[in-house]
């Protein structure tokens, strides 16, 4: 990918095939970096979310043979804008010349530039179709709109992606293994569900914000965890999904300063993201947190998460969820092996977020904690009552928690028995070669 801030592009003068490379990196790295800002700036504009996409989409195609012949504009962005703008009233124009929509964005044209249809200047920036001060709001009210409740889970996750992360469907197929097909259908669907409920393209107001925030911020640690541990194919990690994650959470932050759960989550994505270097080994398979070289850990994304673990503490009154969550990744990245972690704290706040947001699986994670600082056999306890609770049946998770806990209790059938059911359980090929190996080991 381009840097966005890299030189101008020179073309050449037979506009061949190093124009045009050039034209696509220069085309990709805007998409990549502003395609939210785009299509939300269109989606205002057009008040048609499905029609804002389409000519976003329509104004890139144009862009690619454009800027290889004369190369990249000053303002790629106003550029898009405004080519996308002219789509808009082209079709609107078609439709019908007496239609009130088009007379109203018609009428913020010069009438020169409406009836003859010319192509905006290349560095044009007086007549874009935006507010420059409600780009962010734009952006903000984009992701809103596509995590908004009407849509199943996998909508929200696929229409992100697509409209504000700016993936294409190829990219968002291959980063969760389903085929192009599924995700082309999820983003139809979703669209026309939006268009059906009414959603409006706006933010909402102050007192649901926080409330659809949850939505938002769902959705991205849906895309990360995926991305940090997938759940099915031969690859332990989908980095393209966890960086993806981490970028639109990036944004999120920057939109909304004074949230402390956006910082929060952001804290949790960089630090877990940290260790991503050290989790597989040289043939991908998966090496686990007691025999990572922490050395190769991303000390840059460790300052980075401690950084907005900071923020959500110093702009919140207390952590939630998310940072909860990172606040436990935190002690694992400031400690130099497994055996020095500070496993009390990481027991405490385990038990804390058990408060905060009961589930299942922080229930398993705190019995894991709980085996660290006191041994297997307190922590045999709880996770024997998750099996009879039922609240993990079907998980790999749980038989393979118990078959650690098992095995360093000396009760080694029992430990394989588990370790067995895991490992048919599990959809992951690297994560289930390393049940195998230790199931194998206990033979």
């Known amino acids: 990918m381009a840097r966005a801030d890299g030189p101008a592009l020179t073309p050449t003068a037979s506009g061949g095939p190093s124009s045009a490379e050039s034209a696509r990196r220069a085309v990709e790295a805007v998409w990549r970096i502003e395609s939210a800002r785009i299509v939300g700036a269109l989606t205002r504009y057009t008040r048609d979310f499905d029609l804002a996409e389409d000519i976003a989409q329509e104004a890139v195609a144009e862009a690619l043979v454009t800027w290889s012949r004369e190369g990249a504009p000053a303002n790629p962005v106003g550029w898009l804008l405004s080519t996308a703008r002219r789509r808009a009233i082209d079709g609107f124009r078609r439709r019908s010349a007496l239609d009130a929509r088009y007379a109203l964005l018609a009428g913020q044209l010069s009438e020169g530039e409406a009836s003859s249809g010319a192509v905006p200047s290349r560095d044009r920036t007086d007549d874009l179709p935006w507010d420059p001060d409600r780009m962010d709001d734009d952006v903000l009210a984009l992701m809103f709109v596509a995590c908004h409740p009407v849509l199943s889970p996998e909508a ?139 050395r190769l850990w991303d000390r840059s994304a460790i300052r980075r998460g401690l950084a907005a673990l900071g923020r959500a503490q110093a702009v919140g009154r207390g952590l939630g969820p998310y940072g909860l969550q990172a606040a436990i990744a935190a002690c694992h990245a400031s400690a130099p092996s497994v055996g020095e972690t500070d496993w009390e704290r990481v027991v405490l706040l385990y038990e804390v977020l058990g408060r905060v947001a009961a589930s299942p699986v922080v229930e398993l994670n705190r019995a894991v904690a709980v085996a660290m600082a006191h041994g297997p056999r307190e922590a045999l306890a709880i996770v024997d009552e998750l099996v009879v609770s039922g609240r993990l049946s079907g998980s790999y998770l749980l038989p393979s928690v118990r078959g650690e806990l098992l095995a360093r209790l000396g009760r080694t059938a029992e430990a394989r028995a588990e370790l067995e059911l895991a490992a048919r359980l599990c959809r992951n090929v690297r994560e289930r070669s390393v049940l195998l190996r230790k199931a194998a080991a206990l033979a």
Not at 168 to 174: C, D, H, K, L, Q
Not at 247 to 258: E, I
Not at 268 to 292: K, W
């Open 156 to 294: 929200r996750v696929a229409l992100t992606l697509r409209v504000v992360g700016g993936l294409s469907s190829e990219e968002i197929a291959r980063a969760f293994l389903v085929p192009v097909p599924t995700v082309q259908a999820r983003i139809t669907r979703a669209k026309k569900t939006i268009a059906a409920a009414g959603v409006p393209f706006e933010l909402p107001p102050p007192e649901e914000r926080r409330e659809r925030l949850g939505g938002v911020l769902g959705v991205l640690y849906v895309i990360f965890t995926e991305g940090s541990t997938a759940t099915t194919g031969d690859s332990l990690l989908r980095p393209d999904a966890a960086y993806e994650a981490i970028r639109l959470a990036r944004t999120l932050a920057a939109l909304l300063p004074d949230e402390p759960e956006v910082y929060g989550l952001l804290s949790l994505f960089e630090l877990t993201a940290a260790r991503f270097p050290a989790r597989t080994g040289p043939d991908g398979e998966a090496v686990l947190l007691e025999d990572q070289d922490r």
